[in-house]
């Protein structure tokens, strides 16, 4: 008979407790869509601190990332969108927080160059910017000058569609650990997630040296038929069933009435 592999564990205190100061860290989720919000709390009851994190955002400032920001955990933020925390902005500017500002779909790509083993990769995104030229303010100094700026880039010209082309060489993200929420998960760690709460989850996740993923609702191998498997498992190494889940709206709009 074959042992089945059951990677699921009793608490998300247990499925972080190796994380340490000063580690990686990849983070799933969209604006406040399928965040690991269980997973960050234990994280921040942990007292971890010195980290840096690879995520689309940085959450709100009560909800999501924004709960370690606020409580001085994070060194480095690479990121796309920064525009909905108030105290992401104050950090930055006055030189506490380094953020590595990123194109969305170029950190897509960087996230899943980093899992599948590509060290990095030529896109014509950024070219005859300072993403490619470099001089995008990392971190400020407390008197608001620069005091680290984004390096340039290799930009080099390749024959695409019969015409030549300039691209910016950008290198592979892979973190120490991935966090990610998921609606199903079996214990194999097989994931499938909800609708666009699978965005950038699964890049994450491959790009984590160790994943650990919160899944809403836990079921056995071979319940998930494969075509519903959105990340295999073997990306995936721990499991935390957390049931339902607070799901946080960013900014909420309704139609007027008779719209």
Known sequence: ????????????AEAVADIPSGASLAVGGFGLCGIPMVLIEALLASGVDDLSVVSNNCGVDD???GVLLAARRIRKMTSSYVGEN?????????GELELELTPQGTL??????GG???????????VGTLVAEGGLP???????????????KQ????????????????????????????????RAGNLRFHASARNFSPLA??????????????????ELAPDDIHLPGVYVHRVVEVGDVEKRVERLTTAGTGA
């Open 1 to 12: 008979m074959t042992a089945r592999i059951d990677k699921t564990l009793a608490s998300a």
């Open 138 to 152: 990392r971190r400020y100094a407390p008197d608001g000058s620069v005091a680290v700026a984004s390096p340039p």
């Open 86 to 94: 108030r105290e992401f902005e104050r950090q930055y500017l006055s």
């Open 116 to 126: 599948s083993g590509i060290a990095a990769f030529f896109t014509r995104t950024g």
């Open 63 to 65: 909800w999501g990332l």
């Open 108 to 113: 897509g790509e960087k996230l899943r160059a």
């Open 205 to 222: 996740a491959m790009a984590g040296r160790v994943c650990v993923a919160q899944v809403e609702r836990l079921v056995e191998p071979g």
């Open 155 to 186: 930009v080099q010209t390749f024959e695409v569609g019969g015409a030549r082309q300039e691209f910016v060489l950008e290198e592979a993200i892979s973190t120490d650990f991935a966090l990610v929420h998921a609606e199903v998960g079996d």
